[in-house]
Structure formats: structure tokens, C-alpha cells
């Protein structure tokens, strides 16, 4: 029996094109996150469903080739990122999470906040995508 060969060349076009837009708004939405909706936990959701549909798309090995991360270490990364921006508050002789922030003047962008919550979104966006990716790549690549 033959076996038809598929043809993905518009999967893969459209793929990359969405991708793109995929993760731009991820951006928007974990730089937006400490004064409107949005953050590291749908900033990550989102980053990790552009990862997947890439994963999707093109053939396991490639893409292990393209993003050769360790999904669990950026876990690990994230965690203590997060953690570390609250006991940081602590050592300090505030609560813990306490947010500051501050107005700085930065060449080219002009008046900038910039605030605690960023990195601790940052920690929180790393856990989101290395959880979301190890679970969805271990159910992927189980062979029974």
C-alpha cells in the first residue's frame, strides 16, 4: 500500500506568521501586567501555546535543534526568581512581595516605571512556560 506524503508548506507559512503575533502579544500582555490585566501567568500561557503550535508544526527533532532549552531548569529559574524578589523585600525590613518602583529617565524611551513586580512577573512567566512545555512535550514524546 502507497502512503500518501504530506504536504505541510502552508501549515509551516502560516505557523511562523502566527507565532509571531502569538508572542508580540505576549509581550504586551507581561509589560502591561502591573497596571492593567495581564502579567507573567498569561504572559507565559501565551508564549508557551506559540511554542506548542510551533511544536505542532514542524517535526520534534527540528525544533529540538532551534530551542535547545532544558524546560525544566527555566522551572527551577523562574522559582527562584519570584522567590527571591519577595525575600529581597524582606531583608529589607518590608513584608514580603512589597512592590516599589521609581520613574527613571532611559535614552530613546523617555520617562520609564519601572517597578518590583517586573522581575517577580518574570519568575512567574519562566515557571508558566517551563511547566506548560515539560508537561505538553512528556505526553507528546510517550512512546506508548
Known amino acids: ?25 505576549s509581550l504586551y500582555l507581561f509589560f502591561a501586567g502591573h497596571n492593567a490585566p495581564g502579567g507573567g501567568f498569561i504572559g507565559g500561557l501565551m508564549t508557551a501555546s506559540a511554542l506548542l503550535l510551533m511544536y505542532l508544526a514542524f517535526d520534534m527533532k527540528t525544533l529540538r535543534k532551534a530551542l535547545p532549552f532544558d524546560f525544566t531548569a527555566l ?16 531583608l529589607l525590613g518590608y513584608p514580603f512581595l512589597t512592590q516599589f518602583f521609581a520613574y527613571f529617565q532611559l535614552p530613546i524611551i523617555g520617562e520609564t516605571e519601572l ?30
Open 75 to 90: 522551572i527551577s529559574i523562574g522559582l527562584l526568581l519570584a522567590i527571591g524578589t519577595g525575600v529581597t523585600t524582606m
Open 1 to 25: 500500500m502507497k502512503q500518501i506524503k504530506s504536504n505541510d508548506v502552508m501549515l509551516r507559512t502560516v505557523t511562523r506568521v502566527v507565532t509571531f503575533i502569538i508572542l508580540s502579544f
Open 115 to 144: 517597578t518590583t513586580a517586573l522581575p517577580f512577573d518574570l519568575g512567574i512567566f519562566l515557571v508558566v512556560v517551563g511547566i506548560a512545555l515539560t508537561i505538553t512535550l512528556t505526553i507528546a514524546e510517550d512512546d506508548k
